[in-house]
């Protein structure tokens, strides 16, 4: 069990969760859709590469995108997220979900 991400409550010090393992070695992640989701990365070696996309309220996978080598940094500004890897530079639109009514 490694590279995973845990939430933990500051005033109890205990664990409210933990992500599945092999979601975050970037050197770090950030918020997106205010603080309702996480964006974090994984890559290694001989491994596949993606960019996750977790629920902050329990830590489960949303969305895992694949990259061609292992994320980084992560910086998230208004609408778009921006992630370097180890030879290559990605930016993500951010979508809100639509309000029909």
């Given at each position: ?36 989701y996480l964006v974090t990365g994984y890559g290694f070696t ?45 930016v993500f639109e951010v979508l809100r979900p639509s309000t029909?009514?």
């Amino acid at each position: 069990m490694n590279a995973y991400v845990s939430a933990i409550d500051t005033k109890s010090r205990k664990a409210l969760w933990h992500s599945a393992p092999l979601v975050s070695n970037a050197s770090n992640f950030t918020f997106i859709g205010g603080d309702a989701y996480l964006v974090t990365g994984y890559g290694f070696t001989a491994e596949p590469d993606f960019v996750y996309i977790l629920r902050a309220k329990d830590g489960a996978i949303v969305a895992r995108i694949p990259v061609k080598s292992g994320p980084e940094h992560i910086i998230a500004a208004r609408d778009r997220v921006f992630v370097r890897t180890y030879n290559r530079d990605y930016v993500f639109e951010v979508l809100r979900p639509s309000t029909s009514r």
